[in-house]
Structure formats: C-alpha cells, structure tokens
C-alpha cells in the first residue's frame, strides 16, 4: 500500500488536474499517508529504567480512510470508549439499512442530501421500536456511516446499534428498561416501505429524479465523480486461489437469527441480539461497525505490477480476486475517504450528547482525557488511555514491554525539531528505509 502511494501519487495528481483536480483533503490524505510512521518526521523517545534500553515511536498520521493502521487503531480506540464510557448495560441488535444503487452517488457526493437521508433512518427506527413498545418511552444508539463494500466499491450504506428495549421513566424519575420482542419480516417490511416513501418525498421536494443514465453519450465528469463512477463498477475480477470465506467476521456480519427485508431497493436488516452484560462480544461489534475501507491482508503486488485484492467470498462467476492497476486502486480509494467536518458515527434518542437523561444511563465518567494530547498538556493527576494500552487490550501486543529485559518503559520526550529528529536517528541508526515519494520512472523527466 505504501509502495503504491509513494510511486504513483504524483502521476495519479496530475492527471486528475487535467479533469479539474481532486479535493485538498484527498491529497492531504495520501501525503499524510507517506509519512505516517516515518520517524524522520518526529516520535517519542522511550526508555527502561530496568537496563537502560531507549527506543523511539514514530507519530502516526490518523487520517479517516486510507492508512490500514490508523484506521485500525481508531477503529480499537472507538469500540473501547463506545463499551466503557457510552453503551449501557442493556441488549443491542445491529441495523443495516441500504439504498438503491442509483443513489450511491448522490448520497456519496451531496452531504445535504446523506444527512437527511439518514435522519428518516433514525426516525424511522425510533419511531417504530417506541410504537412496539406502547406508552412513553425513550429508545437510543448509534448510526455508523459506511462509504464503502466489501471489494473496495463505493456502497453507502448505514451501520447502527440499537437499543433492543426502551427506557421508561417512573414517578420517582428513575429509568427502567423494558427488552422488545424480536422483529418480524413483516414488521422490516413495513419499515423498509416506510423508509422508502419518505426518502421519495426527499427525492421530489429537492427535484432529484430517481432514473438511471443509459445513454450512450460520453459524460465529462471531474476528477472526483470519475472516480466515484469507476468504484461503483466490480471490476476486473479473476479465479486466483481460494476466497476468504469463511472469515472471521462472519459471525458478526450475519449473525444466525437475523432477519431483513427488501422494498424498492430500501434493504433493512436486523441482526440477533447481542447480550449488553457481554462487554467482549458488544466491543467486538462496535470494531466491526468503526473498521475502516481497506483491509491490507487481502491486497498483494503481482509480478507484473498489477494489484489484486481478495474477496471475502466467490462472486456468481466464481472470482475469487478483483485486479486493479495502481491508478485504479487509488481511484477506488479517493471515493471512499470521507469528507472533513462530517463525522461518520453519530449518537441519537437517550444516547445523543444533548439527551436529558443520558447521564442517567451512560457507564459513570472516568478520568480518561483525549487519547492523543500532548504529554506536556495533560494535567499530572489524569489518566489517559495510551495506544499501548490500546494495543495490548485489542491485539494482545504490550508495546511499551522492553524488548531487552521485559521490563517497563516510559516516555521521556516528544521529539518535533527536524534538526534534532536527524541528529538522533543519525547517532542511533534508526532512521527508516523507505524512500521519499517520487513519480515512476517513465515519467520522472
């Protein structure tokens, strides 16, 4: 993946200026990218006071979208603050809710138009589950965006966890909650119906008409809708080896006792419910829900310079690997980086930052700070949660064990000064291998 960025981003860039050039935040993306844990660009220093060792971290870049790590650690980091510090100890059940193909990219591409797409979601959602349960009630979760599929394809569509119960306030102003049976087909069908004629009155008040192009005049589309038009395609796609299936996932993504519905392209599907007293399972599923695009186990660099990324499973041909050339795969990937200033996970009902009585609800606060504050910037008395906890609670990995004697080590330093990063890592030896981006050869005159 980075070999990919570092040979083909400048070429890629200039050819998408000739069709009026990407976003900046795209190009930010993919720069960041290069220089994610390079340590010429600054680390912590850290040290054992047991033998003396000292070692270095690099900084990360914690972009949404592109970097596998950061997307992997964000995506830790997330599910572990959802279980300790937002989830209730209640049962959950995942929703799925998916559009019309045809409207991938407007959803992709107009964020006024996703935001109230996903509102007649919510509300759709908490309507219902407060219908069942008759009488005065609260309900609450949290909605995930996804941009993306399994194949690397621009597919939006909404991951959300729901409260599998409402909450009922007594006299006293105590909360209770009530479990709701499971969900009916029937039911799902008149919530898919439900979803989709609101989502048509949606269409008609904004003038959007839901019909497919199939003219055969060529479009000109900018550099950004170009590449949205090709990560709505399959692909090129192969027979090479066996799928991944079945993965580990699975379980998780289609859990047995599910039960979905499809109308007129709106599909609702509602998984079995998850134990909120099973902490591992619920932290589980919220790493599924926060996982990033790109899985990096799946992509492999052929002798011919071609890409191919598995898929998870055979599709009706039997293909087993889509194949892409670099410029393809970084297309595929400017369509699926989500846009700054539009969070992709949202809370809402009792759960939302402004409920009243969420604080009645919510694990009580602790002293954890922001996961990435500066060491000079954190009050001495706080507690915040390091990556290498992080690590170690979702991987199994103790970062900071010292690889000489297994003892303990400590931060001693943030290390910024581009002077003094090359002086450290030129008496250390630790300065990294890969290259400084540069065009492929062919072009670099």
Same mark, same amino acid.
Request: proline share 7%; with cysteine; charged share 25%.
């Given at each position: 993946?980075?070999?990919?960025?570092?040979?083909?981003?400048?070429?890629?860039?200039?050819?998408?200026?000739?069709?009026?050039?990407?976003?900046?935040?795209?190009?930010?993306?993919?720069?960041?990218? *290069?220089?994610?844990?390079?340590?010429?660009?600054?680390?912590?220093?850290?040290?054992?006071?047991?033998?003396?060792?000292?070692?270095?971290?690099?900084?990360?870049?914690?972009?949404?979208?592109?970097? !596998?790590?950061?997307?992997?650690?964000?995506?830790?980091? /997330?599910?572990?603050?959802?279980?300790?510090?937002?989830?209730?100890?209640? @049962?959950?059940?995942?929703?799925?809710?998916?559009?019309?193909?045809?409207?991938?990219?407007?959803?992709?591409?107009?964020?006024?138009?996703?935001?109230?797409?996903?509102?007649?979601?919510?509300?759709?959602?908490?309507?219902? $589950?407060?219908?069942?349960?008759? /009488?005065?009630?609260?309900? #609450?979760?949290?909605?995930?965006?996804?941009?993306?599929?399994?194949?690397?394809?621009?597919?939006?569509?909404?991951?959300?966890?729901?409260?599998?119960?409402?909450?009922?306030?007594?006299?006293?102003?105590?909360?209770?909650?009530? $479990?709701?049976?499971?969900?009916?087909?029937?039911?799902?069908?008149? *919530?898919?119906?439900?979803?989709?004629?609101?989502?048509? /009155?949606?269409?008609?008040?904004?003038?959007?008409?839901?019909?497919?192009?199939?003219?055969?005049?060529?479009?000109?589309?900018?550099?950004?809708?170009?590449?949205?038009?090709?990560?709505?395609?399959?692909?090129?796609?192969?027979?090479?080896?066996?799928?991944?299936?079945?993965?580990?996932?699975?379980?998780?993504?289609?859990?047995?006792?599910?039960?979905?519905?499809?109308?007129?392209?709106?599909?609702?599907?509602?998984?079995? !419910?998850?134990?909120?007293?099973?902490?591992?399972?619920?932290?589980?599923?919220?790493?599924? *829900?926060?996982?990033?695009?790109?899985?990096?186990?799946?992509?492999?660099?052929? !002798?011919?310079?071609?890409?191919?990324?598995?898929?998870?499973?055979?599709?009706?041909? #039997?293909?087993?690997?889509?194949?892409?050339?670099?410029?393809?795969?970084?297309?595929?990937?400017?369509? *699926?980086?989500?846009? !700054?200033?539009? @969070?992709?996970?949202?809370?809402?009902?009792?759960?939302?930052?402004?409920?009243?009585?969420?604080?009645?609800?919510?694990?009580?606060?602790?002293?954890?700070?922001?996961?990435?504050?500066?060491?000079?910037?954190?009050?001495?008395?706080?507690? @915040?949660?390091?990556?290498?906890?992080?690590?170690?609670?979702?991987?199994?990995?103790?970062?900071?064990?010292?690889?000489?004697?297994?003892?303990?080590?400590?931060?001693?330093?943030?290390?910024?000064?581009?002077?003094?990063?090359?002086?450290?890592?030129?008496?250390?030896?630790?300065?990294?291998?890969?290259?400084?981006? $540069?065009?492929?050869?062919?072009?670099?005159?």
């Amino acid at each position: 993946m980075y070999a990919v960025v570092r040979d083909h981003l400048d070429a890629f860039l200039r050819s998408a200026r000739e069709h009026g050039a990407l976003p900046a935040f795209i190009e930010k993306t993919f720069r960041a990218l *290069l220089k994610c844990g390079i340590p010429e660009h600054g680390f912590i220093r850290v040290h054992c006071a047991r033998c003396g060792h000292d070692d270095i971290v690099a900084f990360s870049c914690k972009r949404r979208g592109v970097c !596998p790590s950061c997307s992997a650690r964000a995506m830790g980091d /997330g599910a572990a603050h959802l279980v300790d510090h937002v989830l209730p100890r209640v @049962p959950y059940r995942q929703w799925v809710v998916g559009f019309p193909f045809e409207l991938n990219g407007p959803l992709a591409f107009q964020p006024g138009f996703l935001a109230a797409t996903e509102r007649i979601v919510v509300d759709a959602l908490c309507r219902w $589950q407060k219908a069942r349960a008759g /009488g005065k009630a609260q309900v #609450g979760g949290i909605h995930v965006r996804h941009r993306f599929g399994g194949s690397l394809n621009l597919h939006i569509h909404g991951h959300l966890l729901l409260m599998d119960g409402v909450y009922r306030k007594d006299a006293d102003g105590k909360l209770t909650f009530t $479990q709701t049976p499971p969900p009916r087909e029937e039911e799902l069908k008149t *919530l898919a119906e439900t979803i989709h004629r609101r989502l048509s /009155g949606l269409m008609k008040r904004r003038g959007m008409v839901r019909t497919q192009d199939t003219s055969n005049e060529e479009q000109q589309l900018d550099a950004l809708a170009s590449c949205g038009q090709l990560a709505l395609t399959q692909g090129k796609r192969e027979r090479s080896g066996p799928a991944l299936s079945p993965v580990d996932e699975d379980e998780v993504e289609h859990p047995r006792g599910g039960t979905s519905a499809t109308v007129n392209g709106v599909n609702v599907y509602a998984s079995s !419910p998850v134990d909120g007293e099973d902490r591992e399972t619920l932290e589980r599923l919220c790493r599924y *829900l926060l996982r990033g695009p790109l899985a990096l186990h799946r992509l492999k660099q052929r !002798p011919d310079g071609m890409l191919t990324y598995r898929l998870k499973k055979p599709d009706r041909k #039997g293909n087993t690997v889509m194949v892409l050339s670099p410029s393809e795969l970084l297309m595929r990937l400017c369509s *699926l980086i989500p846009a !700054p200033g539009h @969070p992709t996970r949202k809370y809402f009902g009792i759960l939302a930052g402004a409920a009243k009585d969420r604080k009645l609800v919510v694990p009580k606060p602790t002293h954890r700070k922001r996961a990435h504050a500066h060491p000079d910037r954190v009050a001495p008395t706080a507690s @915040p949660v390091k990556w290498a906890e992080l690590l170690k609670r979702v991987w199994g990995i103790d970062a900071l064990e010292c690889p000489k004697c297994g003892g303990r080590m400590t931060a001693l330093a943030v290390v910024e000064d581009a002077a003094e990063v090359a002086r450290y890592l030129a008496n250390t030896g630790q300065a990294t291998v890969y290259q400084r981006s $540069q065009a492929p050869p062919d072009l670099a005159a």
